[in-house]
């Protein structure tokens, strides 16, 4: 028998998305799996209409919206397989896409994530915003992937399809080994949404794991469909989980130069938001490094559980990452292509 994978699937509200999902999710290749769909306080009656239509699955219901991690750690506690995938309720997968991940995984007992290739579901010729290719990360701690910088996504022309290590996978389509996701001790659920699951790998890496790109398996995605790019939950959470991801995961001696330089790096994001009159975007630097700033003891007991993961030291880590500035190479030098990007 082919190893059983688990499919969690953290939903709120949308009924239609999540039938979609569902519905796409049937025709999957592989076999042996199991769907569980965890309602984080829905309102629409979609968690319901689901279980009607799909009598296969399993609907965990929670009274109030836990975030992407809470749900998924809901699901999780559910889940019996030894691969599961944490897939966003926006997605929509191809007939092979689980054979070739669990493919992957089964190649390697090292690898403890993978991440299938994320396409835009709104033009399936260009990679999708949350991971593209698969997901890298500059010294900084600012996040990119393959096929996608910033707000540059690129045409999937196959440049990428090598596959190959990579910093992080997409929660968007995670795919893990599950006993992994248990020695790092899962997602961080004060992240709530945005960056848990690079936070996730980041451990992993530091445990010695693997996480790899599986460009064969092919996941479409709707980018923006549960939080508009430009809303102030959204960049809020961005900032503050980025800011406080460097502070858990980097050793001593690098947060003396890295954090002040990231802090620096903030401050440019907010002075430039202002003559735009980007207002969302100047309160969310502002109520991000606020945050920080007051809440630096709890940081720091979410710090001590991350470096408590800790197998490699600092520079081996550093040697997977890219050694420059993606700001820098963005904004300055003029680069939208990674692979445009120095070593």
Request: net charge positive; with cysteine.
């Amino acid at each position: 028998m082919p190893p059983l994978v688990s499919i969690v699937i953290p939903h709120f509200n949308g009924e239609e998305i999540l039938e979609r999902c569902l519905t796409s999710l049937a025709s999957t290749a592989y076999a042996n799996k199991e769907i569980i769909v965890v309602d984080n306080g829905s309102r629409d009656g979609s968690a319901e209409a689901a279980a009607r239509r799909h009598p296969e699955i399993c609907v965990i219901r929670n009274s109030e919206n836990l975030g992407y991690a809470g749900g998924c750690h809901s699901g999780l506690r559910q889940a019996h397989g030894s691969y599961v995938v944490f897939l966003n309720n926006d997605t929509e997968v191809e007939p092979q896409w689980l054979s070739l991940l669990v493919a992957a995984g089964e190649s390697d007992p090292r690898i403890a994530a993978c991440q299938p290739k994320l396409l835009s579901i709104y033009d399936k010729s260009k990679f999708d915003y949350a991971g593209a290719a698969g997901g890298e990360m500059d010294i900084f701690g600012y996040p990119f992937c393959r096929g996608r910088i910033f707000f540059s996504c690129e045409k999937d022309q196959g440049q990428y399809d090598a596959g190959g290590d990579i910093f992080w996978a997409s929660g968007a389509a995670l795919f893990m080994r599950k006993s992994a996701l248990e020695q790092v001790g899962g997602f961080d659920e004060k992240f709530f949404a945005h960056m848990e699951e690079i936070d996730l790998c980041w451990r992993l890496q530091l445990a010695g794991w693997r996480v790899v790109a599986v460009p064969q398996a092919r996941v479409y995605h709707r980018a923006g469909a549960t939080l508009r790019p430009d809303s102030y939950q959204k960049l809020f959470l961005n900032h503050r989980n980025n800011l406080v991801m460097i502070l858990k995961n980097y050793q001593p001696k690098n947060l003396l130069w890295i954090v002040p330089l990231r802090i620096f790096f903030e401050l440019i994001t907010f002075c430039a938001a202002l003559p735009r009159r980007d207002w969302v975007r100047a309160k969310a630097v502002l109520a991000a490094l606020f945050f920080v700033i007051t809440n630096a003891k709890r940081i720091c007991q979410r710090r001590k559980a991350a470096q408590g993961c800790r197998q490699l030291p600092d520079r081996e880590i550093i040697l997977k990452m890219y050694r420059g500035s993606i700001v820098w190479a963005y904004f300055v030098r003029g680069i939208r292509r990674f692979q445009d990007l120095n070593p």
